[in-house]
């Protein structure tokens, strides 16, 4: 699978940051665009998704809002995608199960955030 164009912002109320996506693509698919990093402060492992082939292969892009909380480990919990198409659902909830944040005063445990995303195919 190819990773995605992930423009990611965690907001628990109203803070947005960017988030890159980037990790070595099929030599068969075009590699996807970074953006540049911030943000890398909220996490210990930023999320990375990658983008569906069939949805690539269809020119299907999207976007989601990933609700979510965290536990006292940092750890993403009750995770929730809101995706405009269904084949970004899956892609989603994978990349959120290799993520984990930093706790902090703006990462508190229990908190609930929300992170959207949107899948961009690259150029």
Do not use: W
């Given at each position: 699978m190819?990773p995605?164009?992930?423009?990611?912002?965690?907001?628990a109320?109203?803070?947005a940051?960017?988030?890159?996506?980037s990790?070595?693509?099929?030599a068969s698919?075009?590699?996807?665009e970074e953006l540049?990093?911030?943000g890398t402060?909220?996490?210990a492992?930023p999320p990375?998704?990658?983008y569906?082939?069939?949805?690539?292969?269809?020119?299907i892009?999207g976007?989601?809002?990933?609700r979510?909380t965290?536990?006292?480990?940092?750890v993403?919990?009750d995770?929730?995608?809101?995706?405009?198409?269904p084949?970004?659902?899956?892609?989603?909830l994978?990349g959120?199960?290799?993520?984990?944040?930093i706790?902090?005063?703006?990462?508190?445990?229990?908190?609930r955030f929300?992170?959207?995303v949107?899948f961009?195919?690259?150029?």
């Amino acid at each position: 699978m190819l990773p995605v164009l992930a423009l990611a912002a965690l907001a628990a109320s109203a803070t947005a940051q960017d988030m890159p996506a980037s990790e070595a693509a099929p030599a068969s698919l075009p590699p996807a665009e970074e953006l540049p990093m911030q943000g890398t402060r909220y996490y210990a492992v930023p999320p990375k998704f990658e983008y569906p082939v069939a949805a690539l292969q269809a020119g299907i892009e999207g976007r989601c809002n990933i609700r979510f909380t965290v536990d006292a480990e940092g750890v993403p919990q009750d995770v929730s995608p809101d995706c405009d198409h269904p084949a970004f659902v899956a892609p989603v909830l994978a990349g959120m199960a290799r993520v984990r944040m930093i706790i902090s005063e703006e990462v508190v445990a229990g908190e609930r955030f929300i992170l959207p995303v949107s899948f961009r195919i690259p150029l």
